[in-house]
């Protein structure tokens, strides 16, 4: 069974479009990440939900809102979508315990493509 | 600020050669390290991990030491195989922060 699952995969539209991405833990873990993936394979952290509440807020365009209904959720919706929103986009959990050692537990990554 | 530094990819090796995927970090304190592998169509996972001075970390046949004096971490393997081909990622993590990730090191291995 998949411990960190996303939707969609892959996902191509339009600019201006509004999209979403979900993600679901099964892993019991308080923590998760939204990171995005560039072209050239950096990494880099945008958001992070403890609990469903906000902890980590990157100097993330407010275009990008990530929404936590529970603990094993975190979504994360953009807005008026932008050629530079292209990239893989990974969500990621990690336990209470584990946190602070830096261990997390990652999803498959969501393709995104803005035409 | 923190940040992690690895050397360019891709790297290209044949199978059985000896692996070294150099990383440096800039950190204040004492961060702890790891390396991260992304197999193809896959999330990262955990290769290892080293949280103090001197720590070596291994798993898979792969070794880390870490190395205040140089600010280092680099990645080793003394037989790379093919099943080996993956991107790798060196970061950091200081106490109460975040993970930081380096740019990542393509590895491809040739039969």
Not at chain 1, 20 to 35: F, R, V
Not at chain 2, 75 to 97: H, M
């Amino acid at each position: 069974d998949t411990a960190v699952s996303q939707t969609p995969k892959y996902l191509v539209t339009q600019m201006g479009n509004d999209k979403s991405i979900k993600c679901e833990q099964n892993l019991g873990h308080d923590t998760m990440y939204w990171y995005k993936q560039d072209s050239k394979k950096f990494l880099k952290i945008m958001f992070s939900y403890n609990n469903k509440e906000l902890i980590i807020n990157e100097t993330v365009p407010n275009r990008f809102s990530p929404k936590s209904p529970d603990k094993a959720h975190l979504n994360l919706h953009i807005n008026s979508l932008e050629l530079g929103d292209s990239a893989v986009y990974f969500c990621a959990s990690s336990h209470p315990g584990t946190a602070n050692t830096g261990e997390l537990f990652f999803g498959e990554g969501s393709r995104l493509t803005v035409l | 600020g923190n940040s992690v530094t690895q050397m360019e990819g891709p790297v290209t090796l044949s199978e059985e050669a000896f692996l070294t995927i150099n990383c440096t970090y800039t950190a204040t304190g004492y961060p702890s390290l790891f390396w991260y592998v992304q197999y193809p169509g896959e999330g990262l996972q955990l290769l290892l991990k080293a949280t103090k001075a001197d720590d070596k970390g291994s798993n898979k046949g792969f070794e880390a030491t870490y190395r205040k004096e140089t600010t280092s971490f680099h990645l080793e393997k003394g037989s790379v195989q093919v099943s080996d081909s993956a991107v790798y990622f060196c970061a950091l993590k200081n106490q109460g922060g975040k993970l930081i990730f380096g740019q990542g090191t393509e590895l491809s291995v040739k039969p």
